[in-house]
């Protein structure tokens, strides 16, 4: 039995009869928004913990690691106490 398809119907394994296998570089809106939101913490300078666990874990072994809350502090304490770095 042959298939009823015309051309320009999706088949099995392609995204809204493109011809594009559902996994060549389309993301789902979960990664959309975390490859967004990681921009946005980037351009407004807030700071990244996984990068910093990721340093950590590869610069300092066996150094113990500050919590997320730790880190946050640090980072805001940091940021606001140089004095070239306020407005006024």
Request: aromatic residues 4%; hydrophobic residues 35%.
């Given at each position: 039995?042959?298939?009823?398809?015309?051309?320009?119907?999706?088949?099995?394994g392609t995204v809204h009869g493109q011809g594009a296998p559902l996994d060549?570089?389309?993301f789902?809106?979960?990664d959309q928004v975390r490859r967004i939101a990681k921009v946005v913490r980037t351009?407004?300078?807030a700071p990244d913990y996984d990068r910093y666990?990721?340093?950590a874990r590869e610069c300092h072994p066996g150094?113990?690691?500050m919590s997320r809350e730790?880190?946050?502090k640090n980072r805001l304490e940091a940021r606001y106490s140089q004095p070239g770095?306020?407005?006024c």
């Open positions: 039995m042959s298939s009823a398809r015309g051309p320009g119907t999706p088949g099995p060549a570089g389309h789902g809106l979960a351009i407004i300078g666990l990721q340093h150094q113990p690691v730790e880190f946050a770095n306020r407005c």
